[in-house]
């Protein structure tokens, strides 16, 4: 394993207790410190289960399997250690809550560390403002709206410095405000902290913007690349039940009018300066 792969999963199998099929199968896949990796795929394709394995919340199924995480071969025996390298923020903003105060809560996980009070009285505000919560370390949780909440859940995270956050879902209840805020955030320490970001989402806009997206279908892998060559597999994703990011449609539609989009554009946001010098130019 080169130093970069924080991740690996070599032929990892997993099955329900009584399930009659297999929830992961044969999964492959290798990911690099530092990067954002989108996991996509149609409800019940098995990405909560990959998030548990990389959590050590559930175990591989099959004896051949391995799961490698920062260096340490995820087993029963290593799975405390490997915990404090991984951080997960789940869906539902209203049940990530242990403290009575957004400080205690983000406490909470330093405690369970046994970092020491006057370290947590230097990292509790230090993450708080990292996420701007600053001002809100005495408020009560449930006065929170879901996006603040959800970035003080990411506090609590980043308080006791993992190596690897994985967002299960963690923007699908916000407005489109609130996610591009803890979207933002994420970024921003994915880079100040070397972070590795695994997000599960069944938002494509935001899955575009990663540098690496992987496609579970009946839990198995049926594509992995970076955005744009996962996107212009359209016939394949949309046997899996997925649609293209809007600007991949936007893309589709523009081409069918004769406008040719060079392939070096892949967002919004290059497509909107590429058409205005096209029409400048006009
Ligand atoms: N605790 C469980 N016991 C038995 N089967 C389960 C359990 N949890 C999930 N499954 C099954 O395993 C498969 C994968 O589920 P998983 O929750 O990983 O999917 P998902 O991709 O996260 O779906 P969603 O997009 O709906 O969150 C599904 O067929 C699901 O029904
Ligand atoms: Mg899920």
Redo the contacts with the bound molecule.
């Keep these: 394993m080169e130093q970069k792969d924080i991740i690996k999963f070599s032929q990892v199998d997993f099955t ?1 207790p009584e ?1 009659e ?1 297999p ?1 992961v199968k044969a999964l492959n896949l290798t990911l690099q410190a530092g990067t954002w990796t989108a996991l996509i ?1 149609h ?8 998030s548990k394995l990389l959590d050590g919340l559930l175990f591989p199924t099959n004896s051949d399997s391995q799961i490698m995480i920062a260096g340490l071969q995820l087993t029963p025996e290593t799975v405390w250690e490997v915990r404090k390298h991984v951080g997960i923020v789940f869906q539902n903003p209203d049940h990530q809550f242990v403290g009575a105060t957004v400080a205690d809560d983000v406490a909470f996980g330093l405690e369970n560390q046994g970092i020491s009070r006057a370290e947590m009285q230097r990292r509790i505000p230090a993450v708080l403002a990292q996420v701007g919560m600053a001002d809100y370390a005495d408020a009560e949780p449930n006065h929170l709206s879901g996006g603040q909440k959800q970035r003080v859940a990411i506090a609590g995270i980043l308080a006791v410095k993992p190596q690897i956050m994985i967002l299960d ?1 963690a923007t699908s209840m916000l407005d489109p405000e609130g996610r591009k805020m803890v979207i933002d955030i994420v970024k921003k320490m994915m880079v100040q902290d070397h972070l590795t970001i695994i997000s ?1 989402t ?1 938002d494509l806009d935001e899955a575009n913007l990663a540098d690496q997206v992987l496609v ?1 279908d009946d ?1 198995q892998l049926i594509a992995n690349g970076t955005p744009a060559e996962v996107f212009q597999k359209a016939d394949l994703l949309e046997r899996s039940g997925l649609a293209l990011p809007f600007f991949y449609q936007l893309k589709s539609e523009l081409m069918a009018q004769g406008i040719n989009i060079p392939t070096t554009i892949t967002t919004e946001t290059e497509l909107v300066a590429y058409l205005c010098q096209l029409n400048l130019n006009m």
Excluded: M
């Design positions: 329900y399930a099929q929830a795929g409800n019940g394709s098995g990405k909560s289960t990959v879902e599960i069944h579970l839990g």
